[in-house]
């Protein structure tokens, strides 16, 4: 089944299905910055460095989730019994083929699923391996078993598109396999509503203070605190910015204001309406440079959907190339956008929280203050940061900006002014859900 890590707020878990097979505990770490933990990393390695390595990091710190279970050990060998005289009989005839018996109704981004199945007699001991759409490799392997049983466990790292993902499963030589599809997901952030205007608010609407108090308040609701309060003008930049997320530019556009039933007021009202936040410090493969190194800089806002696209980023580059090596620099994020969004004297873009910049890897995992072509510039690292990047369907490809000509040549990236030291990159719109 392959084996995966989990860590929570307790301890880093080896797991294998949903059971653990060993475990690393934090503990807490004497200092002033309360809440931190800290844990040894020499089994960490060996588990990263075994023949069975963990597939995929999963955290789950801060969720509440209950800890893991030791896998449970098997039941004892009954006792051995003297040989009894067996009477040969025939074999009942061996159906042909591959049969899927587990399939999760709902895949969410990040999160573990199974599938399981059995095989006919004369694939006992065959390979199976799980294609995922037209991939030409197996994201992972497994082996029937003399029950005729395999099972995989894997994970969707790319944040989706809102299309199915089509899988395949082969056993044998390729003449047995079995295709399904599944459709992944984000986690939705709840407070979507209809929002029952009378008429327009904002920037030459009507402002009728019911109106106004219900595109208020769903803002606010969404992060972008700034609406609060009596200000109309403070709620006009609110709806300004929060136009020029949904329409994909990177510089502030749009009318300020709401019309009954036009796109703001149904974006407004989606389930996945962008949020306004600050931008995560770090994660598995990412370090925010602006958040946690640069306290007199403030581009650390910008919306959930580039959020959830840097986090699936560095959990890519990690387990793809990375691997938990600290001579090898993390992806490591700069400027978003400023708190309110907005104009920025540091970008001639960066001002709907849309687009971001990751400052170049050095040799010996440190990162920042090099170019490309500087000595201790890490291409190979930039190389693995940049397919990270275009592995998730959010990125707009076209916007990946880097100015190594090396890198340029194989098409992860393009060339653009001003670019020599950090890629700049750019995400899509979402369908309204």
Not at 289 to 304: K, N
Not at 349 to 354: I, L, R
Request: proline fraction near 8%; charge should be positive; include cysteine.
């Amino acid at each position: 089944m392959g084996t995966w890590i989990k860590e929570t707020d307790k301890a880093i878990y080896l797991m294998e299905g949903g059971y653990y097979r060993q475990k690393i505990d934090k503990s807490p770490r004497q200092g002033d910055v309360e809440g931190e933990t800290f844990f040894r990393t020499k089994v960490l390695k060996d588990w990263l460095n075994s023949d069975d390595a963990p597939g995929f990091f999963l955290v789950s710190v801060g969720t509440g989730v209950d800890e893991p279970q030791p896998k449970p050990q098997p039941p004892a060998p009954p006792p051995i019994s003297p040989p009894q005289p067996v009477t040969p009989t025939p074999e009942p005839p061996s159906s042909q083929g591959i049969k899927i018996t587990k399939i999760p109704n709902q895949v969410k981004i990040y999160h573990p699923y199974q599938l399981a199945g059995t095989t006919s007699d004369d694939l006992v001991g065959k390979t199976v391996s799980l294609y995922v759409d037209n991939n030409q490799k197996p994201i992972a392997t497994t082996t029937v078993n003399g029950n005729n049983q395999w099972a995989f466990q894997s994970v969707f790292l790319a944040v989706p598109k809102p299309q199915m993902r089509r899988l395949k499963v082969v056993a044998g030589e390729a003449t047995d396999m079995a295709s399904l599809t599944l459709t992944p997901y984000i986690e939705k952030h709840p407070g979507a509503q209809k929002l029952a205007l009378s008429a327009s608010v904002g920037s030459g609407g009507s402002n009728r203070a019911s109106d106004v108090k219900l595109v208020r308040d769903r803002l606010v609701a969404l992060g972008y605190d700034f609406a609060a309060g009596n200000s109309i003008n403070n709620l006009i930049q609110a709806i300004q910015l929060f136009q020029s997320v949904i329409s994909g530019s990177t510089t502030l556009r749009g009318d300020g204001r709401v019309d009954v039933g036009g796109r703001t007021q149904q974006f407004l009202e989606a389930a996945n309406a962008p949020k306004w936040m600050r931008m995560p410090g770090q994660g598995v493969g990412f370090y925010n440079v602006e958040v946690l190194d640069q306290p007199g800089d403030s581009h650390d806002y910008g919306i959930d959907w580039i959020s959830n696209v840097i986090r699936s980023a560095g959990i890519h580059y990690e387990l793809a190339y990375r691997k938990n090596r600290s001579e090898i620099a993390p992806m490591a994020v700069n400027d978003v956008s400023l708190p309110k969004g907005g104009r920025t004297p540091d970008h001639s873009g960066h001002q709907s929280g849309n687009a971001g910049d990751i400052v170049l890897p050095r040799k010996g995992g440190r990162f920042g203050g090099t170019r490309w072509s500087n000595a201790n510039y890490d291409r190979n690292a930039t190389e693995a940061i940049l397919k990270a990047l275009r592995a998730q369907p959010w990125v707009d490809k076209r916007t990946l900006y880097f100015n190594d000509p090396a890198l340029i040549s194989k098409r992860l990236c393009r060339r653009a002014g001003g670019h020599d030291d950090h890629i700049h990159f750019e995400i899509d719109v979402p369908p309204q859900v």
